[in-house]
């Protein structure tokens, strides 16, 4: 693995997407979903280049919602590998629509294994 891979998602705006389904009055692609978009597109770039025992995890963005974005409408979400430190790596990531650069923004994400991970979410659960 190393800085610059890439990949590119796809995704159409369906009711389910909209910021009326987040407390929001406006119908337009919700930024949540936005961000959740962003996530899938970078673990996209690393997903080939990961042991079978390892996955990432989401731990910071920095990110611009810059436009809004109707239903029926496709958004092309680019994620690029910009640095690795250790663990964690930093992605640059830019959304469009077929009008605008709708996001913009930094995505991190940490490597950890799997068991360990895991282990941590079932502790938690049963000493709830």
């Known amino acids: 693995m190393e800085p610059g891979l890439s990949a590119l998602l796809t ?9 009326t389904h987040w407390q929001n009055a406006i119908p337009v692609l919700a930024t949540p979903v936005l961000l959740w978009l962003s ?25 611009e919602h810059l436009a809004p974005t109707p239903i029926h409408f496709t958004v092309t979400v680019q994620a690029t590998l910009k640095d690795i430190q250790g663990n964690r790596l930093v992605f640059g990531v830019e959304g469009h629509d077929s009008r605008d650069l709708i996001f913009k923004g930094i995505h991190v994400r940490q490597i950890v294994d799997k068991k360990r991970f895991m282990a941590k979410v079932n502790h938690k659960v049963s000493n709830g």
């Open 11 to 19: 995704h159409h705006v369906v009711e389910s997407d909209l910021a």
């Open 39 to 63: 996530e899938i597109a970078c673990m996209k770039v690393i997903e080939e280049h990961m042991d079978e025992d390892q996955m990432s995890v989401g731990v910071g963005h920095n990110s």
